[in-house]
C-alpha cells in the first residue's frame, strides 16, 4: 500500500496535515480507532494537544481499526446525535 501511495500521491508523505489544522474556521471531531494499523499513535496525541486550543474534538474508539464506522458504528452515532460532534 505504502508503495502504491508514493507512486500516485508523492506529497502526500510530507503533508503535514495537523499544522493546517489550526486555520480551519469549523469544528472538526476526529474519532480514532485504537487499532488503527494506518494512524500513529502520536498523531493522536498531537490532535489531543490542539484539541486543547482550537475547535477540534478526539474521541479514542476502542476495539477499532482505521474504518471506526464499520468497526464501532454506535460510538460514530452516539457523537453525531450528541453535543460533542459539533461543539
Same mark, same amino acid.
Do not use: C, Y
Given at each position: 500500500?505504502?508503495?502504491? $501511495?508514493?507512486?500516485? @500521491?508523492? !506529497?502526500?508523505?510530507?503533508?503535514? *496535515? /495537523? ?26 496525541? $498531537?490532535?489531543?494537544? @490542539?484539541? !486543547?486550543?482550537?475547535?477540534?474534538? *478526539? /474521541? ?28
Amino acid at each position: 500500500m505504502n508503495a502504491t $501511495q508514493n507512486r500516485l @500521491l508523492p !506529497k502526500l508523505g510530507s503533508l503535514n *496535515v /495537523t499544522g493546517e489544522l489550526l486555520r480551519l474556521r469549523v469544528p472538526v471531531h476526529f474519532i480514532i480507532g485504537d487499532r488503527d494499523p494506518l494512524v500513529p499513535a502520536s498523531i493522536g496525541q $498531537q490532535l489531543g494537544e @490542539l484539541s !486543547k486550543i482550537s475547535r477540534i474534538a *478526539v /474521541t479514542f474508539a476502542p476495539f477499532a481499526g482505521h474504518m471506526v464506522h464499520f468497526d464501532r458504528p454506535e460510538i460514530v452515532r452516539s457523537i453525531l446525535m450528541s453535543d460533542k460532534a459539533f461543539n
